[in-house]
């Protein structure tokens, strides 16, 4: 089976899509291929997060060289057909989303923003709840059939695991 692609987004693409991108692809094996995007990219991604992915043991998305990207790129003819889209960031998901091929199933896993929190050793710790939030969530949604399950199926499950994690 050819593995389910995810689209993570948030609206900077600079911390929580690239937590998520990397904890998908990682605990997802080949099960899974994961990427993030922004709707409005900061055009870095936060040194933060990828002191949080290499602390946990998470290889860095994109090869060791991950960058903060436009959602265009994957709504642009030849890019990876998504079969699922979660938002991580509640500014992103009221945003009007570019028309996706494929119409792939959506989920709102809203995490709070790490990446602003002051001081620098509280901002760690808030990366460290960030990351927490999405690996139990991510773990959740990996230990299911999903090769076996509808893109409907696959919206609600994940939103009913976000919902048990709490908000």
């Known amino acids: 089976m050819p593995p389910i692609n995810v689209l993570v987004l948030c609206t900077g693409n600079s911390a929580r899509s690239i937590l998520g991108e990397a904890l998908f692809n990682h605990l997802g094996q080949s099960r899974i291929r994961a990427y993030s995007a922004g709707s409005r990219p900061s055009g870095k991604v936060n040194p933060v997060a990828l002191e949080t992915l290499t602390k946990h043991g998470v290889p860095l998305p994109e090869g060791g060289h991950p960058r903060s990207k ?36 959506t989920a709102h896993w809203g995490i709070a923003d790490p990446a602003h929190v002051e001081p620098p050793e509280a901002r760690r710790a808030a990366f460290d709840t960030a990351y927490a939030a999405l690996e139990k969530r991510i773990r959740l949604f990996i230990g299911q059939p999903l090769e076996d399950m509808t893109q409907e199926y696959l919206r609600a499950s994940a939103q009913l695991i976000h919902e048990a994690c709490g908000q």
């Open 70 to 105: 436009s959602w265009d790129e994957f709504a642009a003819p030849g890019a990876p057909q998504m079969d699922l889209i979660f938002t991580v960031c509640d500014s992103a998901a009221g945003e009007a989303c570019p028309v996706w091929p494929g119409h792939p199933a």
